[in-house]
């Protein structure tokens, strides 16, 4: 039985526990563990399209919940409905209903979440704060006063990685600009990416930049994470598996050891995505692979993989006493703030739309021309049915 996802190397623990569960109760299955590097499954997303395309898919893969997998995979009929298997295993009522929405449509349920991660959120090392004697910024405009100041003192304000990252960063930004409500109107179709709106976000994301290290494009999101670690930048905005990272691979530990917030500007705003496994249609083993949905869908499964990976169980009954304190703090703003769809990670957006934005962005870093970059994604919107 054959699993497919990006989960390799420093983000490979959370999947190995997952794994473990699974030869435990099929030790009879082999299970390949077939990963392709990269963060955001940037290369992994390709590889699964040409094997999918080409009638040799995985009997497993990662998919994020949202239009990644419905606006995609479902919508080319190639997920098999998972509908049995959830009322089977007594999921329907484990899951939050808004989550169910994410990977269902009304012809069925596609894919079994095994986390939600948060987007928006900025890291930080608290004895380096203390050290240049500044404060963590609640917004844009607070980081760019104190941003010239790090720069004196020989420190990246804002540390970024390769073009994936930008888009990463895009989000968050574009949320503190555009607010929760006008966030959710774009995707919607109810307000124009190139509306006065829009271009403002973009012109805003051009200020952050500016505050970026040079050579991000050449750098992984773990080194991102390094250069805050290692005290060459102050801040970092990433997905909480930056969290993983840190307690789980770097064994630092949340709070003391490295520190967070709501990215900038976003605070009461969850900007979520989950990571969650289908079965796509002729799937060589499926009765071994229904088995893998099975661990991945349980509490025992949810609760050994979230607290390595940095992200809160998907779940409603999760063991709260197992997760440190990042995700236990992620877990009560979850239950508490706005949630946002992410654009980077698959909720709001389908992959025709992702891959134009990948261009759009490389244009924008190229150009920092934020009325040009509105328009265009304008017209990658239209051309891949946003909000239709
Ligand atoms: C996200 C994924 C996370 C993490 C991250 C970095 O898209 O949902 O689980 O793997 O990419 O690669």
């Given at each position: 039985m054959e699993i497919f996802s990006?989960?390799?190397?420093?983000?490979?623990p959370a999947l190995e526990a997952l794994i473990d569960i699974y030869k435990a109760q099929n030790p009879d299955v082999e299970l390949i563990n077939a990963t392709v590097t990269g963060g955001s499954g940037v290369n992994a997303k390709a590889v699964l399209k040409t094997r999918m395309l080409g009638g040799e898919p995985p009997d497993s893969f990662q998919v994020h919940a949202g239009q990644e997998l419905i606006g995609t995979w479902v919508k080319a009929d190639r997920m098999e409905d998972l509908t049995p298997l959830f009322k089977e295993q007594g999921w329907m009522d484990s899951f939050p209903k808004g989550l169910i929405k994410n990977i269902g449509t009304d012809k069925g349920i596609w894919s079994v979440p095994v986390n939600i991660h948060r987007s928006n959120v900025v890291w930080y090392i608290p004895a380096n704060i203390e050290k240049w004697g500044i404060k963590v910024p609640t917004s844009w405009d607070e980081f760019f006063a104190i941003a010239p100041k790090l720069q004196e003192k020989g420190v990246v304000p804002l540390a970024l990685a390769q073009n994936w990252t930008a888009n990463h960063l895009w989000e968050s930004v574009a949320l503190a600009s555009l607010g929760a409500d006008n966030w959710d109107a774009l995707w919607a179709g109810k307000?124009?990416?190139?509306?006065p709106e829009g271009v403002k976000a973009w012109e805003l994301f051009g200020k952050v930049l500016e505050?970026?290290?040079?050579?991000?494009?050449?750098?992984?999101w773990q080194q991102a994470t390094d250069m805050v670690v290692d005290g060459r930048a102050a801040f970092n905005v990433m997905g909480d598996w930056a969290a993983g990272y840190m307690s789980?691979?770097?064994k630092m530990a949340p709070g003391t050891d490295f520190g967070w917030a709501a990215?900038?500007?976003?605070?009461?705003e969850f900007m979520f995505l989950a990571d969650s496994f289908g079965l796509p249609k002729g799937a060589k083993n499926r009765d071994n692979a229904l088995a893998w949905l099975k661990v991945l869908g349980s509490r025992e499964g949810s609760d050994a993989f979230n607290p390595l990976k940095g992200s809160t169980s998907?779940?409603?009954?999760?063991?709260?006493?197992?997760?440190n304190d990042y995700g236990k703090s992620a877990a009560a703003d979850l239950g508490k703030d706005r949630i946002v769809g992410s654009l980077a990670h698959g909720v709001t957006a389908n992959e025709g739309f992702m891959n134009d934005f990948a261009s759009v962005m490389e244009m924008f870093l190229k150009s920092r021309n934020a009325q040009m970059a509105g328009k265009a994604t304008q017209q990658i919107a239209a051309k891949n049915g946003i909000g239709k």
């Amino acid at each position: 039985m054959e699993i497919f996802s990006w989960w390799a190397g420093d983000e490979g623990p959370a999947l190995e526990a997952l794994i473990d569960i699974y030869k435990a109760q099929n030790p009879d299955v082999e299970l390949i563990n077939a990963t392709v590097t990269g963060g955001s499954g940037v290369n992994a997303k390709a590889v699964l399209k040409t094997r999918m395309l080409g009638g040799e898919p995985p009997d497993s893969f990662q998919v994020h919940a949202g239009q990644e997998l419905i606006g995609t995979w479902v919508k080319a009929d190639r997920m098999e409905d998972l509908t049995p298997l959830f009322k089977e295993q007594g999921w329907m009522d484990s899951f939050p209903k808004g989550l169910i929405k994410n990977i269902g449509t009304d012809k069925g349920i596609w894919s079994v979440p095994v986390n939600i991660h948060r987007s928006n959120v900025v890291w930080y090392i608290p004895a380096n704060i203390e050290k240049w004697g500044i404060k963590v910024p609640t917004s844009w405009d607070e980081f760019f006063a104190i941003a010239p100041k790090l720069q004196e003192k020989g420190v990246v304000p804002l540390a970024l990685a390769q073009n994936w990252t930008a888009n990463h960063l895009w989000e968050s930004v574009a949320l503190a600009s555009l607010g929760a409500d006008n966030w959710d109107a774009l995707w919607a179709g109810k307000l124009a990416f190139d509306s006065p709106e829009g271009v403002k976000a973009w012109e805003l994301f051009g200020k952050v930049l500016e505050y970026a290290n040079k050579d991000a494009s050449s750098l992984s999101w773990q080194q991102a994470t390094d250069m805050v670690v290692d005290g060459r930048a102050a801040f970092n905005v990433m997905g909480d598996w930056a969290a993983g990272y840190m307690s789980t691979t770097k064994k630092m530990a949340p709070g003391t050891d490295f520190g967070w917030a709501a990215s900038f500007g976003t605070s009461g705003e969850f900007m979520f995505l989950a990571d969650s496994f289908g079965l796509p249609k002729g799937a060589k083993n499926r009765d071994n692979a229904l088995a893998w949905l099975k661990v991945l869908g349980s509490r025992e499964g949810s609760d050994a993989f979230n607290p390595l990976k940095g992200s809160t169980s998907a779940r409603l009954d999760s063991d709260l006493s197992l997760y440190n304190d990042y995700g236990k703090s992620a877990a009560a703003d979850l239950g508490k703030d706005r949630i946002v769809g992410s654009l980077a990670h698959g909720v709001t957006a389908n992959e025709g739309f992702m891959n134009d934005f990948a261009s759009v962005m490389e244009m924008f870093l190229k150009s920092r021309n934020a009325q040009m970059a509105g328009k265009a994604t304008q017209q990658i919107a239209a051309k891949n049915g946003i909000g239709k």
